[in-house]
């Protein structure tokens, strides 16, 4: 039920005692301040490494050659190891089961040119799965097909910032471009989340830069992306077996480091999910900690209010005051206390997230801030803290002897 | 009105307790203005404590108004002070955070009577004592005879069978203290059983009986002949 004339007693009390009242609510908004800042600081760092990796696709497997370290099998170190088609080939055979997406790259730097526009780009010369393993995004007509593959087409498709370079704000789509004295039509237009580097890029099908570039059968990288199914370890275990079969293939020592390297992001995903599993702990550590804080601070708040106003309680008494009306006296100043300064440490927290959030990022600490759940949960928590602080003393109060309240001065 | 049947009541002292009241027979009539007297430390105020329900006897029997005062759980003495009992105490023992009205209208609250009538009441109760112009003015903004006035009108404002008053002008001078026992007798006159702890003797003469305290028993306990306040005043 509400009792107007209770909330009317409590805001007397708390208005009268003004001092009383900013002074304990200080140091419920200043926990909540710091909680909901140091929260924020730990959702901007889990937000950095979240970024970081949402580029590429987390299950890639790299794989890039070199020149041999070690003499090995009868063979003479610096022996240069070249990819071809058929390496891509057998891996593709041999590991079928453990591959959901393949592809070569083929690098080159070009000229490329559009009516008067001129300007340096990066190609890949790629097969179709290079979308998915690049998480490229289609902005305009299609990727690099199996078809323009298998014609070894002259189709290109081009980053979001090559369109605005060379087209400024028109569309490419179905022009031609010169790169480097050859004409090649764009099929599609692509983005990409991560960086603006990635958007200025020219995709081509493989086998047309091999045809046109060296008529070789040469590819510089093969990048795998494997089958979801497999766990990290074993994902792990997949890319070391890769490893040692391709050193086998290309007669290169089994501890050569430099001559067959194959990256798997399975194992720097391993030790992201690590960090933030780590991150969530301090995230736990840190709201428990700040929240205890605020509850101990809230309950010697409490028990000094109790003190200090123990002859008005024993006046109370006297005068007929049940202790019901004691106990819900006491404790709903706490509460509301609590809950309007703890709003009041949260607004401010979110406002100073806001304000440094700029300064924050070159700290890596990206876009730190607390979610809506959060909010509403710390509220909830404290209106729980504010009950459960001052629940005891109330309680306690309610108990004092009216003769005994009465005698404190 | 009110029978006590050889009460007792001691505190622990370390360990060995004082004896206080050593079997007190008291009764009280309706209409009475009784005078509790003694010396320091004779057990005045205890007495007068457990007459009003702050405090609790060791043993000994005590009814008030018919109603056996024993066992209490705190709800239930919570009532019998609000319904029974108006308190006068030395030092007034006003809230010093809520004006003159809001003290004395706050045994209203505790009655449950809704705000209109809690300010009505007050303001009656605050006018009877000569004080409805003072009615918004904390205790700090009154005099020592003006704030034992507003304690007696909150102590009035529940219409209560018993006044209690633990030296109601021992913090004041004795003009003022005149004016308060005059104001007492009056309410005396008008039919309010009155109950005062003093330990001066002019005081007690303008009550119309005197108890005396010694060793924890009562002494002496005799009628006398009031004197008015107001011939003094
Ligand atoms: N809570 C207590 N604990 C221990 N001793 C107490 C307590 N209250 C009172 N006493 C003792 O009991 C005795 C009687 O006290 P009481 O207050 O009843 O005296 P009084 O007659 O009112 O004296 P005064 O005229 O000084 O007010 C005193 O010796 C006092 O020290
Ligand atoms: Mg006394």
Same mark, same amino acid.
């Given at each position: ?7 009317? $007693?409590?805001?007397? @009390? ?37 970024e970081g990796f949402a580029d590429d696709a987390i299950n890639a497997i790299f794989i890039r050659t070199g020149n041999t370290t070690k003499?090995y099998d009868?063979l003479q170190a610096g022996r240069r190891i070249q990819l071809k088609n058929e390496d891509f080939d057998f891996i593709n055979e041999e590991y079928k089961d453990k591959i959901q997406y393949s592809t070569v790259r083929i690098f080159k730097n070009v000229n490329a ?6 300007n340096n780009y990066s190609v890949r010369a790629v097969n179709p799965d290079h979308q998915f393993l690049e998480k490229s995004i289609m902005?305009?007509?299609r990727y690099i097909s199996q078809l323009d593959l298998q014609n070894k087409s002259k189709f290109i498709v081009i980053g979001r910032l090559v ?11 179905? &022009?031609?471009i010169?790169l480097s004295?050859i004409?090649y039509?764009?099929v599609g237009v692509f983005t990409d989340e991560g960086n603006d580097n990635e958007e200025r890029i020219i995709y081509m099908p493989a086998s047309t830069a091999q045809l046109l570039y060296g008529n070789n059968d040469y590819v510089d990288s093969i990048t795998l992306g494997y089958n979801p199914?497999l766990?990290v370890?074993e994902a792990i275990a997949f890319s070391n077996k890769l490893t040692k079969r391709l050193k086998d293939r290309f007669s290169v020592a089994p501890t050569d480091q430099s001559a067959v390297r194959v990256f798997n992001m399975a194992l720097q995903n391993k030790g992201v999910?690590? =960090? ?32 200090? *106003?123990?002859? &008005? ?23 509301? %206390? ?5 709003? %009041? ?21 990206? &876009? ?42 | ?14 360990? @060995? ?24 430390? @004779? ?10 329900? =702050? ?25 019998? *002070? ?60 009154? @005099? ?9 009108? *909150? ?34 006159? &008008? ?28 002494? $002496? ?13």
């Amino acid at each position: 039920m509400f009792d107007l004339d209770l909330w009317r $007693e409590i805001f007397q @009390s708390m208005n009268k005692n003004r001092t009383r009242s900013i002074l304990s609510g200080f140091t419920v908004a200043f926990a909540i301040l710091l909680f909901t800042i140091l929260i924020g600081i730990a959702n901007g760092l889990g937000n950095t490494f979240q970024e970081g990796f949402a580029d590429d696709a987390i299950n890639a497997i790299f794989i890039r050659t070199g020149n041999t370290t070690k003499a090995y099998d009868g063979l003479q170190a610096g022996r240069r190891i070249q990819l071809k088609n058929e390496d891509f080939d057998f891996i593709n055979e041999e590991y079928k089961d453990k591959i959901q997406y393949s592809t070569v790259r083929i690098f080159k730097n070009v000229n490329a040119s559009y009516k008067g526009e001129k300007n340096n780009y990066s190609v890949r010369a790629v097969n179709p799965d290079h979308q998915f393993l690049e998480k490229s995004i289609m902005k305009d007509g299609r990727y690099i097909s199996q078809l323009d593959l298998q014609n070894k087409s002259k189709f290109i498709v081009i980053g979001r910032l090559v369109e605005e370079d060379l087209f400024s704000k028109e569309s490419a789509l179905g &022009e031609y471009i010169n790169l480097s004295g050859i004409q090649y039509k764009v099929v599609g237009v692509f983005t990409d989340e991560g960086n603006d580097n990635e958007e200025r890029i020219i995709y081509m099908p493989a086998s047309t830069a091999q045809l046109l570039y060296g008529n070789n059968d040469y590819v510089d990288s093969i990048t795998l992306g494997y089958n979801p199914d497999l766990s990290v370890d074993e994902a792990i275990a997949f890319s070391n077996k890769l490893t040692k079969r391709l050193k086998d293939r290309f007669s290169v020592a089994p501890t050569d480091q430099s001559a067959v390297r194959v990256f798997n992001m399975a194992l720097q995903n391993k030790g992201v999910s690590q =960090l933030q599993f780590g991150l969530g702990l301090i995230i736990i550590v840190i709201g428990l900690g700040t929240l205890i804080a605020g509850i101990v601070g809230i309950s010697n708040i409490m028990i000094f209010i109790v003190k200090e *106003r123990t002859k &008005e309680i024993g006046i109370r008494k006297a005068l007929g005051a049940p202790p019901r009306k004691i106990v819900s006296l006491i404790l709903l100043e706490s509460i509301i %206390i609590t809950a309007i300064t703890g709003y %009041i440490g949260l607004v401010l927290g979110v406002a100073v997230l806001e304000w440094a959030n700029p300064l924050l990022e070159d700290y890596f600490i990206k &876009e730190a801030g607390v979610s809506k759940n959060i909010v509403i949960t710390a509220t909830i928590v404290l209106v729980l803290a504010g009950s459960l602080a001052g629940y005891l003393p109330a309680k306690k109060a309610s108990k004092i002897k009216p003769i005994v309240a009465l005698r404190n001065d | 009105m009110l029978k006590i049947n050889q009460l007792h009541k001691s505190y622990p002292i370390g360990d @060995s307790s004082l004896h206080v009241l050593k079997g007190i027979d008291l009764d009280v009539e309706s209409g009475e203005m009784v005078a509790i007297m003694g010396s320091s430390g @004779s057990g005045k105020s205890t007495l007068l404590n457990i007459i009003g329900m =702050l405090d609790e006897a060791d043993s000994g029997d005590y009814i008030l108004d018919d109603v056996p005062i024993k066992n209490l759980n705190e709800k239930k003495a919570a009532i019998y *002070r609000n319904k029974f009992l108006g308190f006068i105490f030395q030092s007034f023992n006003l809230i010093n955070y809520k004006n003159a009205l809001e003290n004395v209208a706050l045994p209203l609250y505790y009655q449950g009577l809704k705000r209109k009538e809690r300010q009505e009441k007050g303001k009656f109760h605050l006018k009877k004592v000569g004080l409805l112009d003072w009615a918004h003015h904390l205790p700090s903004e009154l @005099s020592g005879g003006q704030k034992q006035r507003v304690a007696i009108a *909150r102590a009035l404002a529940a219409n209560p069978k018993l006044l209690l008053a633990d030296e109601p002008t021992g913090a004041l001078d004795t003009t003022t203290s005149y004016e308060i026992m005059e104001f007492l007798q009056q309410l005396n006159d &008008e039919g309010k059983t009155i109950l005062i702890v003093t330990h001066e003797e002019d005081i007690a003469e303008m009550c119309k009986r005197v108890v005396r305290l010694r060793d924890g028993i009562i002494m $002496e306990d005799k009628k006398v002949n009031q004197v008015r306040a107001s011939q003094y005043v």
